[in-house]
């Protein structure tokens, strides 16, 4: 029988916007609003001052005052080259959360609480420390704040629960496309020798160490290597006093230095598949690695044309054509973020199966044309002032002003960079876009990154270039051995796994309890499960006061005594669940179809692939083991599920699964079964909806 349970109902708002314009009494002048209204002239904008000093051991200090609200910020940036992880990938976001867990002296409860008395903010991650709070608080909050800088626990206690943490959230990888798209990019731009190629998994969580913890910082945390922003109700004297009380001790150390070799780019356009077995679409990513650094003498320029291209709003080419004209999409865009190790170039678009090489077309049309053909004024002049607007609106926060001042010491600015910068913008042409174009557009080095069902996307993109598949993490892809699909069919596979799980005996059972435990989002929920074949199912969280119920013609979900009946294709998942009998789920006069797709790899297994559709119940896919005939996986379109565990019932010879693990749109989830009953008499009231 399969386990759906629809844990709780998303609501989503749409607000909309409208725009009034009055026109003067008497007017008859007509707006074209088939036109975006030109651009005005940029104002003049003047950027805040701010102020700077050094500590004797080497730590940067930039103050920018703003006396508008009692309120100070410290921003701490530890700027150490980019390292490699090896086999503790993760060990960085680790570290980032666990500096935030405790102090030698303080816990991680005593941390909230004195932050929360004071009603401040305090956040770490792998590179620094911010915090927040108003004036007065300021001392006692650079007193939690140096001690969070100077002595993190790293109790294995917390470390248990960050990793715990960490492993959950990996759970729910194979449901997130655009997760498995961006870890394939990570390796197709960088490879296994670069720290931006390395990429998370169970095996690297589960190798970090307390010692690798407090290696790292004892290394790399160190203070003539950071910078220390401070914002706010605040004076160059005040701040002066407070950096040497609180940060003059830390202990400056040499901090090793590491050099990478530039990526490789491709020679020719190639293909990485990720497979998504039933995905209905495909995450589309075109991509290669460049050097682009924010000190390049055309990063202005470089910008906007990523702008045009696809990064400028609906205005933007891939915006208009992917989706305006072709209507493949609701969104196409471009990104090149500067980096001085290395950068990436990627275009990318979640689009219908069935245009998923037409969508690749326009993206590679849209990439030659904007290297090959000069941008039009209109399109330069609108990017330009979009560009303007944005960096007028973030000077409102004097945060802005102390990362500028950091970035020009970080990145070897010169010192007018930002007190120049819409100059620069204005002082663009067509052919400054242009020469950036020819110089970062690189469609004879493109990789096509596609996420979806490998057997659509092979097919769709086989012209395009070389296919190598590969995993959720960004490893080559095992093969299945198509040898196992010699003399086989889908009513073979699925007659094999009746025998193996009991065969007729199952036509014996007409009812059936169940007790389980399933864990989601934090939570354990304790289950109860009660079958009358193909009749009526009820399933209870007592806990909760939940109940879902098929009684035999309707489905309802009772919460907390408020009856709601379901929609029908919600009703349809939960009659589904009455068939226990396995015959009942493939039977053909049940309404339906198996087809033997093909052989795919599932835990390193060569299996079966089973394609289920029935016209109520919708469409899934099973995977077999072919030599003990069980059923290992199935997705639907709620997930992913993993079945394992397989036991006897009581005396009989029927096999049920203990384990279930899976992935939904709520999130990762686990299912451990403590009993199960055949043939129970189960009171009528069950399945009665007060």
Known sequence: MKNKFILSIVLSMAFLFTQCTLVPSGSTSKLDRSKAPKAGEARKVEIANSKSFTLDNGLEVFVVENHKIPQVSYSLVVDYDPIMEGKRVGMLNMFGSMLRRGTETRSKEKLDEEIDFMGANLITYSRGVYASSLKRHSDNLLSIFSDVLYNPSFSEEELTKVRNESLSNLQSLPSSPDEIASNVVAKVNYGNNHPYGEVETEATLNTVKNEDLKDFHQTYFRPNVSYLAIVGDITLEEAKKQAEKYFAKWEKKEVPTIKYDAPKTVEKPQVAISNRAGAVQTVINVTYPVFYPLNSDDYVAARLMNGILGN????????????????????????????????????????????????????????????????????????????IGSFVRSLESPQTVANFAINIARYDLPSDFYSNYIQKINALTVQDIQNAAKKYIKPENITIVAVGDQSILIEKLAPFGNIQV???????????????????????????????????K???????????????????????IYVQNQQKVALEVPKMGMKQIYDGKKAYLVMQGNKQELPA???NSIKEQTFINPYSQYDKSNGYTIELVGAQVVEDKSVFEIKITHKDYGERLQYFDPKTGLLLKEVSPEGEMTIKDYRKVGTT??????????????????????????????????FIVE
Do not use: C, H
Not at 357 to 365: I, K
Not at 471 to 491: H, S
């Open 312 to 387: 400028s709003g609906f205005g933007a080419r891939l915006i208009q054509n992917l989706r305006e004209d072709k209507a493949y999409t609701y969104g196409a865009y471009s990104s090149l973020n500067p980096d001085d190790i290395s950068s990436s170039f990627k275009m990318s678009a979640s689009v219908r199966n069935e245009v998923t090489d037409s969508a690749v077309v326009q993206f590679l049309y849209e990439l030659k044309r904007i290297k090959d053909e000069p941008v039009t004024q209109v399109e330069l002049d609108r990017v330009k002032a979009s560009a």
């Open 470 to 504: 590969y995993d959720a993490f960004g490893e080559m892809a095992a093969q299945a051995d198509q040898r196992i699909l010699i003399g086989m069919t889908a009513d073979k596979v699925i007659q094999n796994y009746i025998d193996k799980i009991g065969g007729k």
């Open 506 to 528: 199952w036509n014996e059972v007409t009812s059936m309890e169940k007790a389980q435990t399933m864990s989601i989002a934090g939570m354990q929920m304790e289950q109860k």
């Open 569 to 571: 294709e919600q009703a």
């Open 653 to 686: 010879n029927l096999l049920v699964p203990y384990k279930m693990e899976g992935n939904s749109p709520q999130g990762a989830y686990k299912i451990d079964v403590q009993e199960v009953e055949f043939n129970p008499t189960i009171d009528a009231k069950v």
